[in-house]
């Protein structure tokens, strides 16, 4: 069985930082796969960042230059590096990983998400 979960969301003020963690346990073979989405109060969900199978990275127009996705394989798990916080940050956080498991079937999943808080 295979478990997705996050950590690292908190309270900041504006212009401050966070990292997120995504840690995939259990039968994992690889991350094939990443991405961080949010979600304000009343709208949908957006993604932030992603770095698909093929290692390149994309961002969202408005977290470039601030936010950073990565990886260390050897821990399974993803990050997410959050700088120049603003007040249009606040949000809860998810990952979405795309897993290869020691059966070498694939399947994403998601973590239970992480609020992210920056008071204007």
């Known amino acids: 069985q295979v478990e997705v979960v996050e950590s690292g969301g908190g309270l900041v003020q504006a212009g401050g930082s966070l990292r997120l963690s995504c840690v995939a346990s259990?039968?994992?073979?690889?991350?094939?796969?990443m991405a961080w989405y949010r979600q304000a109060p009343g709208k949908q969900r957006e993604l932030v960042a992603e770095?698909?199978?093929?290692?390149?990275?994309n961002y969202a127009d408005s977290v470039k230059g601030r936010f950073t996705i990565s990886e260390d394989n050897a821990k399974n798990t993803v990050y997410l590096q959050m700088n120049s916080l603003k007040p249009d940050d606040t949000a809860v956080y998810y990952c979405?990983?795309?897993?290869?498991?020691?059966?070498?079937?694939?399947?994403?999943?998601w973590g239970q998400g992480a609020q992210v808080t920056v008071p204007s």
């Open positions: 979405k990983l795309g897993l290869v498991d020691g059966s070498y079937d694939y399947f994403d999943d």
């Open positions: 259990g039968s994992i073979f690889i991350i094939n796969s």
């Open positions: 770095m698909p199978s093929s290692g390149s990275t």
